[in-house]
């Protein structure tokens, strides 16, 4: 479904309107800000209950992930993104020597090198190192990962 068109606030109408439309442009045409808890993932359930704040958001400052996004599910707070930087994934090299499909054969016994199943089995790898290269992809793609 595609997103709801914004409604703009008719100001002039009215004396209070001004306020309302200038506080409806803050909202709706710029990022919203979210709250930032002053102490850390200790306090926040003491401060904050989770049942009086169900499914809403807050920035707290966590003892060891740092900056991160708390979301409560209305009966704890938990911890859904840090702002850190994700350490980065090293990319797949492809030194099987096989040749990659979409079928990963059973791995077969190492010590028949220089057999007929020495193939597969590198076809295996070259399949499982293709596959995992495209998760990599994807999740760099989406900016899940640097």
Known sequence: MARPSKNDIDSGIQNWDGKMDDNDEALMNA????????GDETDLASTFAAAAYDRCMVWVDDTSE?????????????????????????D??????????????????????????????????????????EIIDALRAHGLIL
């Open 92 to 133: 797949i090299t492809d030194n099987s020597g096989g040749t990659a499909n979409d079928t990963i054969a059973s791995i077969t016994n190492a010590a028949n090198a220089g057999s007929a199943d020495v193939g597969p089995t590198q076809d295996a790898i070259a399949d499982l190192a293709a596959k995992q290269q």
């Open 66 to 90: 740092g900056w991160s996004l708390y979301v409560s599910d209305g009966t704890a707070w938990n911890r859904m993104l840090a702002v850190e930087a994700i350490p980065t994934i090293v």
């Open 31 to 38: 990022p919203i800000p979210i709250h930032e808890h002053t």
